[in-house]
Structure formats: structure tokens, C-alpha cells
């Protein structure tokens, strides 16, 4: 047997070593390096286990599921807030003559009113539609109407509004209704066919026979104006070219009051060529407290899960339980959030502020007065009434 001398004084095999004394270097390398593993396990705390093998797994499939209100709730730290807008006081009482109003704001008072159009994309908001345009009602020239047999998303659908025209005999004689085809290409940005569907607006619009300097209002079918804002502005002269409103937001019902930061719907002096109708910000002035937004206010559980399901933000339903009805009729009643996300705002304090469930509310007064007029039919609508129908 061949040993050599390292420097150290240590041993190790020659190379030279036959095989027999080659698997003993082997073996005791061997033993030696588990030797090593079990002094390092040994040294591991068993607390160290329990996080490696529980905590951890625990940690992604928090992440997997929490991980949209972990984004939101850091928003602030990537995003900054949008420019602020600038109020103009609202001025407004039943007894005051319209020149002294119109010169609250600033603004001159015209011989004859404007004309007023109203158009809206519409899907399946039958009782909202109503609401809408039974407020607005008495100033309106033309309602125009553009349907689809195909969601944003992608999904076929019933033309809801001609299955239910009947109920809008009302407004038959100033209603321009158009219909638009549906593309029908799933997995495709959800904004794409909205944004085509808007430009279909644009044209059914001419049709309607809009003219230069006639008030057009821009906004979703939920998004209503108050009868007295629209008629502020048809008579007011020198009114801004463009003119977001502010509008209370509610949330199912007009129990929920979210807060009074609705801002997208829009009023728009009519210009050939230049106005196109869109849902976003076009101007930094906003008329104050211009109406209501009620968003998500259906009748029936169902109009919920097809809404859910159909419009632009489809992507937040990202389990398929939330279409449970049960849990539906529950989040409605509780005043949470349908797709259990937190407050998309741009500040840690306005989103601690708003966590939670919103804080319900026992106040119907200001509202639509169509809808205090037919509160037995739209009970739904008001506080106290959470339940809604299964159908």
C-alpha cells in the first residue's frame, strides 16, 4: 500500500493505489461527506422546516390569490395621480331664474335654449335606461341608441333594447336606434370593440341630425345627469367647449354612495369634424355634483353575472366562484366588492380610507324624481331594498 505526505501532513491516496484501495478512499470520502449533512441538519432549527415546507407554500398561493389587492394597494408607489380637475361651483335652485343662474357661473343667458342629444351604448341596463331617460326627458332632442349582438368580450347576446322596445313608447318619436354586428374575435382587448362601437356612435349620430354647437352628452347608459344640469346648459351661454360632470357614484343601489368622484361622463358643445364621442378624460373643467352614477344597480342576479362577465374589465373575474349567486346576493346586501379588489385610487390613505364594505346609506333624497315617482317598481333602487331577483 502507497501512501504520500501532502505539506500539511496529511494523507491522502496515491494515484498509484490499486482499485481495492481505491473503493476504501471512496467510502470514507463518502461517509465523510455525510458526516457533513447531518451536522448541517442537525445545526437546522425545526422552526426552519415548518417555514420552508409550510410557510412558504403558504406565501405563493397567498400571492396567487391576493395578488391583484397586493398591486392595487401598492399603487401609489408606481403610479402618480392625474392631474387635478377644476371645479366649477354648481349653482341650482328650483325658485332662482335661469339669467341669475346662468350668471352664478360666469356665464351669459341665450335668447333660445341649444338642442340637446343624448347617446349612449347600451347592453342590457333596461331599468337604468329608463331611469335615465325619463329624467332627462324634457330637454332632450333626440335620444340615440347604438346596440350590439356581441359584448365588448366577445360574447353573443339578445338585442335586449328591441325586445324591449315597448317600453320606451315614450321617447319613440325624438329616438334614433341603431344596431352594429358583432366581431365576435374572443381573446381580443376588450377595448378594441368598444372603442369601434363608439366610432359606429360618431356616425349614427349624423344621422340623428346633430348640428354645430348642439349639447351632446357623452356617457355610459349608468352615468345620468341631473334634468337640471342639462337644462342649465342648454340655456347658459360661453359654457366651456367641453365639460366633464361630476357625479355622485353609488354602487348596486343608491343605498351604497361610494363618494363623488365620478368624472367620465361629458357634455360637449357639438363641432363638425372635431367631436368624437369617447369615455375619457377630454378637458380639465368638471361641472360639481351633476347627477348619479349607480353601477352595477340590477334588478336580477343575472344581470349581474352577464355584466360580470361581458364588460371591458372582464379580466377581474379571476375565479370562477364569484359568479356564485348566493356569494352575489351576499357582497350586494354587505356593500363590498364583487370582485373582492380594493379601492383603485393613487394614495395609501384614500385606499385605507375606502376598504372595507361602504357604509350604507338612508337617504333618497335628490334622486331621480321618476324613480321616487315609481318606487314600487324600483324598490331595488332604494335603501333598504338589497335583495334582488334570482331570475
Known amino acids: 500500500m502507497w501512501w504520500m505526505m501532502n505539506e500539511g501532513g496529511g494523507q491522502?491516496?496515491?494515484k498509484k493505489s490499486d482499485d481495492i484501495f481505491g473503493d476504501v478512499c471512496g467510502q470514507e470520502s463518502s461517509l465523510l461527506n455525510m458526516s457533513r449533512i447531518r451536522c448541517i441538519l442537525r445545526g437546522i432549527d425545526f422552526k426552519i422546516y415548518i417555514l420552508m415546507f409550510v410557510l412558504i407554500p403558504t406565501c405563493i398561493f397567498g400571492i396567487y390569490v391576493h395578488g391583484q389587492k397586493i398591486s392595487y394597494f401598492l399603487r401609489p408607489l408606481w403610479e402618480s395621480p392625474p392631474?387635478?380637475?377644476?371645479?366649477?361651483?354648481?349653482?341650482?335652485?328650483?325658485?332662482?331664474?335661469?339669467?341669475?343662474l346662468c350668471k352664478l357661473h360666469g356665464w351669459g343667458v341665450r335668447e333660445f335654449p341649444r338642442r340637446v342629444y343624448d347617446a349612449v351604448l347600451f347592453s342590457n341596463e333596461v331599468d337604468i335606461l329608463t331611469l335615465r331617460w325619463q329624467?332627462?326627458?324634457?330637454?332632450?332632442?333626440?335620444?340615440?341608441?347604438?346596440?350590439?349582438?356581441s359584448t365588448?368580450?366577445?360574447?353573443?347576446?339578445?338585442?335586449?333594447?328591441?325586445?324591449?322596445k315597448d317600453k320606451f313608447k315614450f321617447v319613440e318619436p325624438r329616438l334614433t336606434y341603431g344596431t352594429i354586428g358583432g366581431r365576435f374575435k374572443k381573446g381580443e382587448n376588450p377595448f378594441v370593440e368598444e372603442a369601434l362601437q363608439r366610432v359606429a356612435l360618431d356616425q349614427l349620430l349624423k344621422i340623428a341630425g346633430i348640428s354645430d354647437d348642439d349639447l351632446l352628452i357623452m356617457s355610459d347608459v349608468d352615468e345620468i345627469p341631473s334634468r337640471h344640469t342639462i337644462n342649465l346648459l342648454r340655456?347658459?351661454?360661453?359654457?366651456?367647449?367641453?365639460?366633464?360632470?361630476?357625479l355622485k357614484n353609488y354602487l348596486y343601489s343608491f343605498e351604497f354612495l361610494v363618494d363623488n368622484n365620478s368624472w367620465r361622463a361629458s357634455v360637449h358643445r357639438y363641432q363638425k369634424g372635431k367631436t368624437r364621442y369617447a369615455h375619457y378624460r377630454q378637458s380639465d373643467e368638471i361641472l360639481a355634483d351633476a347627477g348619479w352614477h349607480c353601477s352595477?344597480?340590477?334588478?336580477?342576479?343575472?344581470e349581474f353575472i352577464f355584466k360580470m362577465k361581458a364588460y371591458s374589465h372582464n379580466d377581474r373575474v379571476r375565479f370562477s366562484h364569484y359568479l356564485n349567486p348566493k356569494r352575489i346576493q351576499r357582497v350586494i346586501c354587505k356593500g363590498a366588492d364583487l370582485f373582492d379588489m380594493l379601492p383603485e385610487e393613487y394614495t395609501f390613505k384614500e385606499i385605507i380610507g375606502k376598504m372595507g364594505p361602504i357604509p350604507h346609506s338612508y337617504s333618497a333624497v335628490h334622486l331621480p324624481s321618476f324613480l321616487l315617482e315609481s318606487a314600487d317598481k324600483y324598490k331595488f333602487l332604494l335603501p333598504g331594498n338589497c335583495i334582488r331577483e334570482s331570475g
Open 235 to 246: 340655456w347658459c351661454d360661453d359654457i366651456p367647449q367641453v365639460l366633464h360632470l361630476r
Open 152 to 164: 365588448f368580450t366577445g360574447i353573443p347576446k339578445p338585442m335586449v333594447f328591441a325586445s324591449n
Open 12 to 14: 491522502y491516496c496515491s
Open 135 to 149: 329624467e332627462l326627458y324634457p330637454y332632450i332632442t333626440q335620444f340615440v341608441l347604438l346596440e350590439s349582438n
Open 83 to 100: 392631474k387635478p380637475f377644476h371645479d366649477i361651483p354648481h349653482y341650482y335652485h328650483e325658485n332662482v331664474s335661469m339669467e341669475t
Open 296 to 302: 352595477f344597480c340590477f334588478r336580477r342576479i343575472s
